[in-house]
Nanobody, 129 residues
Framework: QVQLVESGGGLVQAGGSLRVSCAGS????????TGWFRQAPGKEREFVAA????????GYADSVKGRFTISRDNVKKMHYLQMNSLKPEDTAVYYC??????????????????????WGQGTQVTVSS
């Protein structure tokens, strides 16, 4: 496992943009698949976006496709989620996840909660209408 710390959440108006970041530590290499999930009040945690360990492949939930972009910088051990054209329904706590302690297929990304073994504490994103 690795330690993950999210940052960059906040309050933004509908139509605006925000970038949340995730810093990883605890391993020399950051070459492991990562993902972003979110949880709104009263709802289950849901998949948002995922990226393979090299960054070659990405996947998105239908609700954010075309608006959100996931990326990574393995040298800096940082992972990012750029969110554009935000909507009130994007309001949630956003969590960074890593699959650092489990074998991963090269260039695979993962979309299920249970496929990840490390989680950050979350960062709140609020979109006002």
């Amino acid at each position: 496992q690795v330690q993950l710390v999210e940052s960059g959440g906040g309050l933004v108006q509908a139509g605006g943009s925000l970038r949340v970041s995730c810093a990883g530590s605890g391993r020399t290499s950051s070459n492991y698949p990562t993902g972003w999930f979110r949880q709104a009040p009263g709802k289950e945690r849901e998949f948002v976006a995922a990226i393979s360990q090299s960054g070659a492949r990405t996947g998105y939930a239908d609700s954010v496709k075309g608006r959100f972009t996931i990326s990574r910088d393995n040298v800096k051990k940082m992972h990012y989620l750029q969110m554009n054209s935000l909507k009130p329904e994007d309001t949630a706590v956003y969590y960074c996840a890593a699959r650092a302690g489990t074998y991963s297929i090269l260039n695979a990304y993962y979309t299920k909660n249970y496929e990840y073994d490390s989680w950050g504490q979350g960062t709140q994103v609020t979109v006002s209408s």
